[in-house]
């Protein structure tokens, strides 16, 4: 049992030392700038360190968030599917190894069979009468490719890249679906603040009707007074509506990405006075390192390299070894014994000679999806760059766009105020009042606005560099041969 074991490794360790035809890979260069053109003072340079691994979204430093995220991970379809393609390509990857060792099958069979009296003779004037007799069969068959121009290595250096690519995979989907629920998320608290606003100014509007009502009544105030100040109350309950129906969407959108029937979920209102908290950006070579994306788009040009290689080894001969043997008998009784065994062993090498040029055209074939692949990588960094620009550029456009339309609120508010005292003075008409009315609801709600883009931005960046992922996580999801499989079906 030991030599049965040792022999088929040695002749492996044999082999791997052998030459594998074809490119060895290399990664290719990108374009990298030194430093972020949009990069501001409220980033440090350690992201590594400073964003949560596999939890980012601990940055924001709200419970609710952190618990939507968690049944995420626990229920999210699309989660579940990445997951089992990764399993998948795990086991193609064992399948692949499994190339490594010898085959060895065997085939059992008994039957009881009537030779016909009438069969054909070869040279012989014997008469033949029929023959009815038993045949029982313990065959055992082996074969091995001989791995001489790495055809199997490269096989299996494609299945490995294939699969590193599925757990970069993996990893940008629970990136891209944990950002698209935080971004919902804020959406939604950010809706939650603007129906407050938009019901303060209904409550706003509502006293000031009554106001112009109760002057109308005692003959100060016009009926055309009390028409426009009704209109903008109706108009204000109706953007309430709107919002409400907007709050419902996300709240949808929530569901699904938990893994729950929009029909049974609820999201109940509550306050948002979020702070978009300092996220660290490092530098941008980081980025090659850092996005899964990226890493996806890498493992695919390492797996079009092996594929290079396997089209230039179909130029090689292939040498497969081969025996079989067992034992044959008449009579199940005497089967194993040393009359009734029989054996074959051999070898089989076929070298193409000519097949219509197949085996050029896969070749170039190969090669044009590797370079393919590369176009795509390179495109990708790219891509990254940008989504990590717009996200810098965009916290510091909407900070101080948030800064100015604080005091654009608090100037709207001073402005209201004044034209209450003028119109109860009789110094103005009550246009005045409608028009700071509307002007300070609109304030509000854009400052409201501005707080939710500030804080999906903010969620948008730090997908954008990565969630605090890096490539480094893949590289244990790698399939060797191992001696068991040797005596594994």
Same mark, same amino acid.
């Given at each position: 049992?030991?030599?049965? %074991? ?7 360790? +044999? ?39 596999? +939890? ?32 998948? +390509?795990?086991? %193609? ?58 055809? #199997?290595?490269?096989?299996?250096? @494609? ?23 935080? $971004? ?12 407050? /606003?938009?019901?303060?100014? #209904? ?27 009704? +209109?903008?109350?109706?108009? *204000? ?10 709050? @419902? ?17 609820? %999201? ?19 980025? &090659? ?44 009784? *005497? ?28 070749? @170039? ?26 996200? &810098?550029?965009? %916290? ?7 800064? *100015? ?13 004044? $034209?209450?005292?003028?119109? /109860?003075?009789? #110094? ?12 300070? &609801? ?22 954008? &560099? ?24």
């Amino acid at each position: 049992m030991k030599r049965s %074991l040792l022999a088929p490794a040695l002749f492996a360790t +044999a082999l791997l030392s052998g030459c594998a035809v074809g490119p060895r890979y290399q990664r290719p260069t990108a374009q990298v700038p030194a430093t972020w053109k949009g990069e501001g003072p409220w980033q440090t340079a350690a992201p590594k360190d400073a964003i949560p691994k596999g +939890a980012w979204w601990q940055l924001f430093h709200d419970a609710e968030l952190d618990r939507l995220e968690q049944d995420l991970l626990r229920a999210n379809q699309s989660l579940a599917a990445a997951q089992d393609r990764l399993s998948q +390509a795990r086991s %193609l990857a064992r399948i692949a190894s499994s190339a490594y060792f010898p085959q060895l099958a065997a085939d059992p069979n008994g039957q009881r069979q009537r030779i016909s009296g009438n069969r054909p003779l070869s040279g012989s004037p014997i008469a033949t009468v029929p023959v009815t007799q038993n045949v029982f069969t313990l065959p055992f068959s082996a074969s091995y490719e001989v791995d001489l121009f790495g055809s #199997v290595r490269r096989n299996l250096e @494609a299945a490995n890249a294939s699969l590193q690519g599925s757990a970069a995979d993996l990893e940008n989907v629970r990136l891209v679906l944990t950002a698209e629920l935080a $971004a919902d998320y804020f959406n939604l608290r950010e809706l939650d603040r603007e129906a407050g /606003v938009v019901r303060q100014s #209904v409550e706003i509007q509502q006293k000031g009707l009554d106001l112009v009502n109760n002057r109308h009544e005692g003959g100060v105030a016009s009926g055309l007074e009390v028409a426009q100040q009704a +209109a903008l109350l109706d108009s *204000t309950a109706t953007q309430l509506s709107l919002v409400e129906q907007q709050r @419902a969407q996300y709240e949808h959108a929530i569901a699904v990405l938990v893994g729950k029937p929009a029909s049974t979920f609820t %999201l109940a209102s509550a306050p948002f006075d979020a702070t978009p908290p300092p996220i660290p950006t490092g530098v941008p070579s980081e980025i &090659l390192e850092r996005r899964p994306d990226v890493a996806t788009s890498e493992r695919q040009m390492a797996f079009e390299n092996a594929q290079v290689g396997l089209a230039t080894a179909a130029f090689y001969p292939h040498i497969t070894l081969s025996g079989s043997g067992g034992w044959e008998s008449r009579d199940i009784a *005497t089967l194993v014994n040393a009359p009734s065994a029989f054996w074959s062993i051999g070898g089989d090498l076929l070298q193409p000679i000519f097949n219509g040029g197949r085996n050029r055209a896969t070749l @170039a074939a190969t090669r044009a999806a590797y370079d393919e692949s590369i176009a795509n990588y390179r495109q990708s960094v790219l891509v990254a760059f940008q989504q990590v620009e717009d996200g &810098l550029s965009g %916290l510091a456009v909407l900070n101080q766009a948030a800064e *100015t339309q604080r005091t654009a609120v608090a100037d709207s508010r001073r402005a209201l105020d004044i $034209a209450n005292s003028r119109y /109860v003075g009789g #110094v103005t008409t009550y246009l005045d009042v409608i028009t700071a009315q509307t002007t300070l &609801l609109n304030n509000e709600r854009l400052a409201t606005q501005l707080l939710g883009q500030q804080m999906v931005t903010s969620v948008y960046l730090v997908k954008a &560099l990565g969630g605090g992922w890096d490539a480094s996580q893949i590289q244990q999801e790698q399939v060797r041969p191992t001696l068991v499989q040797a005596v594994q079906q």
